[in-house]
């Protein structure tokens, strides 16, 4: 037996921990031991029930997992492997990682870098895996350091506080958008140069206005992706990645066709395994580990239900770990 994040919805909604067994988990060639999971925003919102992220029932929660294997009927996974999951479906269609043990597919397995516990892996988790794959996509459209500020929105959640380390790292003039204006010192501390208040890019804008970012990283959506964009200076590149203020996109083709800007769609759920396996290694070298310490609060699994509230409440800055095992 071990204990799970069981989300069941009849004869109504309910999220709970309880002991299971494996009897209870679904079919896969690699059975592991999950150490540590994570809390994304979309875990929140499966767990509080406040969107259909949920596709299959009942359902373990836990879109992230890091520990080892147990048993592996796939060549390339022996017992004791160190291994890092994101995405896939895990939590949604495929029962998730906020448990003890999990039963995945071998071909949703990365490699844990060695760089990282899995404690520091799941620190990182969906939403700092997601901003690299940000920062991938932005160097790819030709962002390099010294072309001017990039803007981070959403910066103190966690796919902004991980983009603003490591633009940071890189030697990026980063600028961040938060609605926290107490945490300025917190982003500081991650290396931004400047911090605004998001209500500047909240509200509805002009098609066009002043050219100032040479990238964008965004986790925001709605309004602030359309100034986002209508801001960035000709020939940058705005990468698109969450959706918190909303999934609409009140925008004109202007900046694209005027300005020749690159709205750069990033998704971490199916991203193909070689895009992954860069991201994990580009992680390794240009993440400070200490700085996963400042960004990251650790919960155990009776505490990740009440955690994912204040998750959803915007009363969470940075990532939230989840000990899962013994």
């Known amino acids: 037996m071990f204990q799970a994040l069981v989300l069941e919805k009849e004869p109504a909604f309910r999220a709970e921990v309880r002991a299971v067994d494996e009897s209870f988990l679904p079919e896969g060639d690699v059975t592991v031991?999950?150490?540590?999971?994570?809390?994304?925003?979309?875990?929140?919102?499966?767990?509080?029930?406040?969107?259909?992220?949920?596709?299959?029932?009942?359902?373990?929660?836990?879109?992230?997992?890091?520990?080892?294997?147990?048993?592996?009927?796939?060549?390339?996974?022996?017992?004791?492997d160190p291994f890092v999951l994101n995405g896939f479906g895990v939590g949604e269609t495929h029962k998730g990682c906020l448990a003890g043990k999990a039963r995945l597919k071998s071909q949703w397995l990365v490699r844990r870098p060695a760089a990282f516990t899995a404690r520091q892996a799941m620190a990182i988790g969906t939403a700092g895996y997601t901003a690299m794959l940000c920062v991938l996509a932005l160097e790819r459209q030709g962002l390099r350091p010294g072309a001017g500020e990039v803007l981070v929105t959403g910066a103190t959640g966690g796919v902004g506080s991980v983009a603003v380390a490591l633009l940071a790292k890189l030697g990026h003039q980063v600028v961040a958008a938060t609605g926290k204006a107490a945490e300025a010192d917190y982003l500081k501390a991650l290396g931004?140069?400047?911090?605004?208040?998001?209500?500047?890019?909240?509200?509805?804008?002009?098609?066009?206005?002043?050219?100032?970012?040479?990238?964008?990283?965004?986790?925001?959506?709605?309004?602030?992706?359309?100034?986002?964009?209508?801001?960035?200076?000709?020939?940058?590149?705005?990468?698109?990645?969450?959706?918190?203020?909303?999934?609409?996109?009140?925008?004109?083709?202007?900046?694209?066709?005027?300005?020749?800007?690159?709205?750069?769609?990033?998704?971490?759920?199916?991203?193909?395994?070689?895009?992954?396996?860069?991201?994990?290694?580009?992680?390794?070298?240009?993440?400070?580990?200490?700085?996963?310490?400042?960004?990251?609060?650790?919960?155990?699994?009776?505490?990740?239900?009440?955690?994912?509230?204040?998750?959803?409440?915007?009363?969470?800055?940075?990532?939230?770990?989840?000990?899962?095992?013994?």
């Open 192 to 326: 931004a140069t400047a911090v605004i208040d998001r209500n500047e890019l909240s509200a509805p804008g002009k098609p066009l206005q002043k050219e100032r970012w040479a990238g964008v990283v965004d986790a925001v959506g709605s309004h602030t992706l359309a100034n986002a964009c209508a801001q960035t200076r000709y020939g940058g590149a705005v990468a698109a990645c969450g959706l918190a203020q909303g999934m609409d996109f009140p925008a004109t083709v202007a900046p694209f066709i005027l300005r020749g800007v690159a709205l750069l769609g990033v998704d971490s759920v199916m991203a193909p395994m070689a895009r992954r396996e860069e991201a994990w290694s580009r992680l390794a070298r240009d993440l400070d580990p200490q700085l996963l310490e400042r960004i990251t609060t650790e919960v155990g699994l009776g505490e990740a239900v009440e955690a994912a509230q204040k998750l959803m409440a915007g009363q969470v800055r940075g990532r939230i770990v989840v000990k899962t095992g013994g």
């Open 33 to 80: 031991a999950v150490e540590y999971s994570t809390l994304n925003y979309k875990d929140a919102l499966a767990i509080t029930n406040r969107s259909p992220v949920v596709r299959s029932w009942p359902m373990v929660a836990g879109i992230d997992g890091a520990g080892t294997v147990l048993e592996s009927s796939a060549p390339q996974w022996k017992p004791g």
